[in-house]
């Protein structure tokens, strides 16, 4: 079975710029996690989708937004992008919201 | 506030040796239990889940579980360099939450 997979895998935007990320989970799997992660803060959770519904969000400002079509594939967009936004952008998927996850390689934003 | 914490690192072994990671959570509903291996600059890779008291072999991993003292840990048997990474615990407190983790512990492997 293919993996999680994420594009773009490197961006660079300037502040003030929007930027869409995409993400396709393994074949079969119906939730979609996104997760930032810088060095100093960790692994934090953005939001999840399941059937196209988001069912938990974290605890990000309004500028972060996702979405999930049909077929499972998910999105995520950033809006007015701030230097702070600069991190590593992971997408992961599950076979439902109570199993494991498995994560893509990730984005990697730099925003100067 | 839901948390996970893992204890402080970084965590040094010599090769060969046991590697023991361990991590306590604060939601006594917690059903899913995840350790991931995350390599510098890639991805989180899942190494082990349990969902039941007791303990879960698979190769060198071992994954314990005590809901009683809301503790999971992960023992590496024979370490090899290779394990050298940072470990994530990954908690989940059932169908309609999420999975929180904690900030991970870097493991160093001595040859």
């Known amino acids: 079975k293919a993996g999680v997979t994420q594009t773009p895998r490197y961006l660079i935007k300037t502040r003030g710029q929007q930027v869409t990320l995409s993400c396709s989970p393994i074949s079969g799997h119906r939730s979609v996690s996104w997760y930032q992660q810088t060095p100093g803060q960790g692994l934090q959770f953005l939001f999840e989708y399941f059937s196209e519904t988001q069912r938990n969000k974290g605890n990000f400002p309004g500028r972060f937004s996702g979405r999930q079509f049909s077929n499972s594939r998910s999105e995520m967009n950033v809006s007015t992008l701030e230097l702070g936004d600069s991190a590593l952008y992971l997408c992961a998927s599950s076979p439902g919201r109570e199993y494991e996850q498995y994560f893509g390689p990730g984005t990697r934003l730099t925003v100067t | 506030q839901k948390e996970v914490e893992q204890n402080s690192g970084p965590l040094s072994v010599p090769e060969g040796a046991i590697a023991s990671l361990n991590c306590t959570y604060s939601d006594r509903g917690s059903q899913s239990f995840f350790w991931y291996r995350q390599y510098s600059g890639k991805s989180p890779e899942l190494i082990m889940f349990i969902y039941s008291n007791g303990d879960k072999e698979d190769g060198r991993f071992t994954a314990q579980l005590n809901k009683a003292s809301q503790y999971v840990s992960l023992l590496i048997r024979d370490s090899q360099p290779s394990d050298s990474a940072t470990y994530l615990c990954?908690?989940?407190?059932?169908?309609?939450?999420?999975?929180?983790f904690g900030k991970g512990i870097t493991l160093s492997v001595r040859p």
């Open positions: 990954a908690v989940n407190a059932g169908a309609n939450s999420k999975l929180t």
